[in-house]
């Protein structure tokens, strides 16, 4: 992301305004003037940040926005700071960013102190093709505002949250798979954490996909088979984790493989069909609880069933060992 270049934005906006610039109307901002002008302050600043490279005349209606918000607010009169101190205050965004939500308060603080019209909320891609790998994208930018910037981090909010790892399913049932899936989420991280708009675009996402909103653990098929294709699959995305989840992950993998339960092959066998059920049953990130039934499938606890497609209709149940669903065990990477 291209933030940078602070100081240059910031040294045109220095004007001192010492009088009371209280609006009659909030519009929902802190009623300490301090604290308002900054919040309105550090937004303006993120929005001009983000105009970069969108035409001249763009970067100077941001600029001369940032500069009417200093006015409006009376910062330097508000926060009593002199020119250096006000100036480090204001550019000291990274929270605002990670707020993800600034746009709607540079909004809040155009309409408090009548500055014109509302700055207009980002829409996902009209490519449906686009859509999920941006919700994915968007997920990103939350998990990006609820911790820290560490891939690792951002990795495994990415794959533990529900409504995130479902996206990237989603993407993944375009074409190209998990790996061009992450590919296509990466390249949209940055319009995503840029957008200011983190909320609504999570509000949209689960709107297209209202699977995504499930706050329950999944319910796996009542077939073991089918059971254990779909926590093949999930932990096959799971496994590249560090930490406990991983090594669950890994562990599970490894009962399965050793164990007497087997895959649904007609699932186990076709990616699409994998993605397909994920789909279908919701967001696999909340599959601990079909983890530990892998567990006890694996470990013969579970009451068996015949398995397979083609099980109790004629035909043979597979045999032989699980087939190892290794075309799932790719790091998601995170933004760059």
Not at 11 to 27: F, R
Request: glycine fraction near 14%.
């Amino acid at each position: 992301m291209k933030y940078g270049g602070m100081t240059a934005l910031l040294t045109v906006a220095m004007v001192l305004a010492g009088c009371d610039n209280t609006p009659a109307d909030l519009h929902g901002l802190p009623k300490d003037a301090a604290e308002r002008a900054t919040l309105c302050g550090r937004a303006a600043v993120a929005f001009a940040a983000a105009g970069s490279g969108k035409g001249a005349a763009e970067e100077k209606r941001r600029q001369d926005l940032l500069q009417t918000v200093v006015d409006k607010t009376g910062f330097f009169g508000a926060t009593g700071l002199d020119d250096e101190k006000g100036k480090a205050l204001l550019g000291d965004i990274e929270g605002t960013l990670k707020g993800g939500n600034w746009l709607g308060t540079l909004n809040q603080c155009k309409a408090a102190y009548a500055l014109g019209d509302p700055e207009a909320l980002p829409e996902l891609p009209g490519d449906p093709k686009e859509k999920p790998a941006a919700c994915a994208a968007v997920a990103v930018a939350s998990a990006f505002r609820d911790g820290s910037g560490d891939l690792a981090a951002l990795q495994k909010n990415v794959l533990m949250n529900p409504q995130s790892s479902y996206f990237l399913i989603a993407a993944a049932a375009q074409d190209g798979g998990i790996a061009a899936a992450q590919n296509a989420m990466v390249g949209k991280v940055e319009w995503a954490i840029s957008s200011g708009a983190v909320g609504p675009l999570t509000e949209a996402c689960v709107k297209e996909y209202p699977k995504a909103a499930a706050t329950t653990a999944v319910t796996l098929p009542a077939d073991d088979g089918q059971a254990v294709a779909a926590c093949g699959f999930n932990v096959g995305l799971m496994g590249a984790l560090e930490g406990e989840e991983g090594a669950m992950a890994k562990a599970v993998e490894a009962k399965l493989r050793g164990g007497t339960a087997l895959p649904d092959m007609s699932l186990a066998s076709n990616p699409k069909k994998l993605i397909e059920q994920a789909l279908d049953l919701g967001p696999l990130g909340q599959c601990a609880e079909g983890l530990r039934r892998a567990v006890q499938i694996a470990a013969g606890q579970a009451a068996p069933r015949p398995l397979g497609a083609g099980a109790g209709r004629g035909r043979p149940a597979p045999t032989g060992r699980p087939r190892r669903i290794s075309a799932y065990r790719q790091p998601v990477a995170g933004p760059s």
